[in-house]
């Protein structure tokens, strides 16, 4: 069966800082991941996939995360974290085994302290 | 420049009366999914459509029912609401496999 976890409910960093959000997986084929980002009272938005390829990607608002196929983690990171940063954090798996369903992680609250 | 809609927004029903949620989308998208997310958890998948053939998870409740009556549209039943359903309801397609899943602005059902 396929899983997300997100280990931290809550993550907390000033300003400028750098920024990670955890996320591992498991799967019993070949994982595409995903992160997005969610709003109050909205919907989620893609932030980037891992397919194939270079482990480390780059997507919207200067998030990037790096694919660790040893560690089966991808994570999500930022240099430098903007206020407008703060939401909620999904990681999502698709497992190549099984077909078209996203399965999503618990989420974590990210919250940017100016 | 919308893509994936889903009417209304917030949607109030009473306890036990069928409810109806809407999700268009205008990407031509195979796959269309329906996402139950209950205060800041996960989203939950329902079921989903790939084209035609319906696929339901094996823990969504029987009183949760899906039409997709052609590629743009589909439905979310509620047969008999309970407090328990009140929750964000996600609207989201996809194309096959390797890539992502765009999702509506969701609809926020009460039930009273």
């Known amino acids: 069966a396929q899983s997300v976890a997100q280990p931290e409910d809550q993550v907390n960093v000033a300003e400028g800082n750098p920024l990670t959000v955890k996320c591992t997986y498991s799967v019993s084929g070949n994982p595409y991941l995903f992160w997005y980002v969610q709003y109050p009272n909205r919907g989620l938005q893609f932030l980037l996939k891992?397919?194939?390829?270079?482990?480390l990607v780059k997507g919207s608002y200067g998030f990037e995360a790096e694919f660790n196929k040893s560690q089966t983690s991808f994570h999500l990171k930022k240099p430098s974290a903007l206020v407008s940063d703060s939401a909620l954090y999904f990681c999502a798996v698709r497992d190549t085994n099984t077909g078209n369903q996203f399965y999503f992680g618990t989420g974590t609250s990210l919250t940017v302290i100016p | 420049d919308a893509m994936v809609i889903q009417n209304p927004r917030y949607q109030v029903t009473q306890f036990g009366k069928p409810v109806t949620l809407s999700c268009s989308q205008t990407l031509n998208h195979n796959v269309m999914y329906w996402y139950q997310q209950k205060s800041s958890q996960a989203p939950k998948l329902l079921f989903h459509?790939?084209?035609?053939?319906?696929?339901n998870e094996a823990d969504t409740p029987d009183n949760f029912q899906s039409r997709r009556p052609n590629t743009s549209f589909c439905f979310l039943d509620i047969r008999s609401p309970g407090l328990g359903d009140a929750a964000m309801y996600l609207c989201?397609?996809?194309?096959?496999?390797?890539?992502?899943?765009?999702f509506g602005q969701g609809t926020r059902l009460t039930v009273v």
């Open positions: 891992y397919i194939t390829g270079d482990n």
């Open positions: 989201a397609t996809s194309r096959v496999l390797n890539t992502e899943a765009f």
């Open positions: 459509y790939y084209d035609k053939d319906f696929n």
